[in-house]
């Protein structure tokens, strides 16, 4: 069995992914990668076609004709993955602390044995404190709707136990899929644990969803609206 799958939904990031797969290479070839093309349109499906029968064992390729949203791009990931103790999900926009998914994969193999239900998930380190401030905020407003704690909703990577995958029932299909893995990973009594990752700026591309401002203050409304939905829901 495999230790650790980890999904990657890529939507019109064509610039960055020559860049991502040289950072997956360089990683524990015994964690595998899911690379999902999330219906892009800037090229992105022409060249991980070309490409994806040269690529290591340890990374697969699936294609996703559609754009339905980035919740829907993972949870369709994540339904692909097979034999594997942990699952979760990262980013493809470069964003992230690669070289520490090393750690992450010892630190999971030597707790396997120890608790049976695990929730692992990153906190962003290295950002401005515009940011932090949207982050505190988005999580203050989740905990107190939601009430539970939830700090650092849409931090990467997240990673739990794999039998946490069928507790997932009609997920939303933005990036409130976060905090509704998240939070069902709380009502569910995982082991919770918060683990530092530096949260570099983006090198290509923009954000697809922060676009300034009114981007995000549209997003807090969305998430505001779903966490009062997510309250009612059951378990």
């Given at each position: 069995?495999?230790?650790?799958?980890?999904?990657?939904?890529?939507?019109?990031?064509?610039?960055?992914?020559?860049?991502?797969?040289?950072?997956?290479?360089?990683?524990?070839?015994?964690?595998?990668?899911?690379?999902?093309?999330?219906?892009?349109?800037?090229?992105?499906?022409e060249y991980l076609n070309k490409i994806k029968g040269e690529l290591p064992n340890n990374i697969v390729v699936h294609f996703k004709k559609e754009n339905t949203g980035y919740g829907s791009g993972v949870y369709e990931g994540l339904n692909k993955i097979q034999n594997s103790k942990y699952i979760g999900w990262i980013h493809g926009d470069l964003q992230f602390e690669f070289t520490k998914l090393n750690q992450t994969y010892v630190e999971l193999?030597?707790?396997?044995?120890?608790?049976?239900?695990?929730?692992?998930?990153?906190?962003?380190?290295?950002?401005?404190?515009?940011?932090?401030?949207?982050?505190?905020?988005?999580?203050?407003?989740?905990?107190?709707?939601?009430?539970?704690?939830?700090?650092?909703?849409?931090?990467?990577?997240?990673?739990?136990?794999?039998?946490?995958?069928?507790?997932?029932?009609?997920?939303?299909?933005?990036?409130?899929?976060?905090?509704?893995?998240?939070?069902?990973?709380?009502?569910?009594?995982?082991?919770?644990?918060?683990?530092?990752?530096?949260?570099?700026?983006?090198?290509?591309?923009?954000?697809?969803?922060?676009?300034?401002?009114?981007?995000?203050?549209?997003?807090?409304?969305?998430?505001?609206?779903?966490?009062?939905?997510?309250?009612?829901?059951?378990?």
């Amino acid at each position: 069995m495999t230790t650790l799958t980890l999904v990657i939904p890529c939507f019109n990031e064509r610039e960055s992914l020559p860049d991502l797969i040289k950072n997956i290479k360089i990683l524990n070839n015994k964690i595998k990668f899911i690379i999902l093309e999330n219906g892009s349109s800037d090229g992105s499906y022409e060249y991980l076609n070309k490409i994806k029968g040269e690529l290591p064992n340890n990374i697969v390729v699936h294609f996703k004709k559609e754009n339905t949203g980035y919740g829907s791009g993972v949870y369709e990931g994540l339904n692909k993955i097979q034999n594997s103790k942990y699952i979760g999900w990262i980013h493809g926009d470069l964003q992230f602390e690669f070289t520490k998914l090393n750690q992450t994969y010892v630190e999971l193999k030597n707790i396997e044995n120890k608790y049976r239900k695990v929730f692992y998930k990153g906190i962003r380190t290295g950002r401005s404190n515009t940011e932090k401030f949207i982050s505190l905020m988005m999580g203050l407003i989740a905990s107190l709707v939601l009430n539970e704690k939830l700090t650092e909703i849409n931090a990467q990577p997240t990673i739990f136990s794999y039998d946490l995958l069928a507790k997932i029932d009609d997920p939303p299909n933005d990036f409130s899929f976060d905090t509704y893995v998240y939070w069902i990973a709380i009502k569910n009594d995982y082991r919770i644990i918060r683990k530092n990752f530096d949260f570099p700026p983006r090198v290509y591309g923009n954000s697809k969803w922060n676009f300034g401002i009114k981007s995000r203050l549209v997003f807090a409304i969305n998430l505001f609206k779903y966490f009062l939905e997510l309250r009612i829901k059951p378990y």
